[in-house]
């Protein structure tokens, strides 16, 4: 996607507190990337080396990678992957996968082998302590997959353990209430794309307008009878959000569809962690 309709890429930088968040992981830096959409479109090579090397100067604690790195066919995995084998990391590079990674039945497996030849540690209903034992970081499967099962996973952990969830979809913050999640990482939205300033994502007005028309006239008009159910929290976009006892934070995304984003730059985002 030119820059011109993705806009210039930015820098989200936040400070993410956590109630007794031990000693040893005050000021740890992670480095959130997602959405890229590899496919030789919907992502420029000028912002994908932007992003790897500003990722790089930020010098992360851990980069978290939140799916959806294609968007239909696995096979630019294998040229992306060769780009972000680039990325540095002292805890090194965890990732989950997007509902475009399993598009095929042969997605998920051509994906994960890519990203894990190039060492990055992809997690599929699976728990790593990249930053030792007091920091969980859970990684689910897509919200779409039939292995998407939180109980599962989350039931694994003790509740005192602090954790951080990387789930691609914003929509399960809903269903991880169930739990405790420091701090939930997700894409998916890509912010909405095209933002009103002091509104936000031109979704949320969109079905806001659309709730108020009577059914008889929606039904006659075929653009209003356009189901957006690939997301139900549109307020969920983009940013950090409190959820419950939860918190989450949702990506925008690097990769941009048509006809492209306004007021919602692709972005890389830098997280401190800190004590509460």
Request: glycine share 6%; net charge positive.
């Amino acid at each position: 996607m030119h820059w011109l309709l993705s806009g210039p890429l930015s820098i989200q930088r936040l400070t993410v507190k956590i109630t007794d968040l031990p000693v040893s992981l005050e000021g740890k830096k992670l480095v959130q990337m997602s959405d890229f959409h590899y496919d030789g479109v919907r992502l420029s090579e000028e912002i994908l080396e932007q992003a790897i090397a500003l990722s790089n100067q930020l010098k992360p604690d851990l980069i978290l990678l939140t799916g959806d790195y294609v968007t239909t066919s696995p096979k630019p995995i294998h040229a992306l992957a060769s780009r972000l084998k680039q990325l540095q990391s002292q805890a090194g590079i965890y990732a989950i996968l997007g509902n475009h990674d399993i598009y095929y039945k042969h997605s998920k497996s051509e994906i994960t082998n890519a990203l894990t030849s190039i060492g990055v540690n992809v997690l599929w209903n699976q728990i790593a302590y990249p930053l030792g034992k007091e920091l969980a970081l859970v990684g689910l499967a897509d919200r779409y997959s039939k292995e998407f099962n939180p109980p599962a996973v989350m039931n694994q952990l003790d509740p005192d353990i602090h954790r951080i969830v990387l789930s691609h979809n914003p929509d399960t913050a809903e269903l991880l209430q169930a739990w405790r999640v420091d701090l939930q990482l997700s894409g998916h939205t890509h912010g909405g794309q095209i933002v009103i300033p002091g509104i936000g994502p031109i979704l949320v007005c969109y079905k806001r307008i659309v709730q108020n028309i009577p059914n008889k006239l929606r039904y006659r008009l075929p653009f209003l009878r356009r189901n957006y159910s690939f997301i139900r929290h549109w307020e969920w976009a983009q940013g950090l959000h409190q959820v419950g006892h939860n918190q989450l934070y949702v990506n925008r995304g690097l990769g941009t569809y048509l006809p492209g984003r306004l007021f919602c730059p692709p972005e890389v985002t830098e997280i401190i962690l800190q004590r509460a």
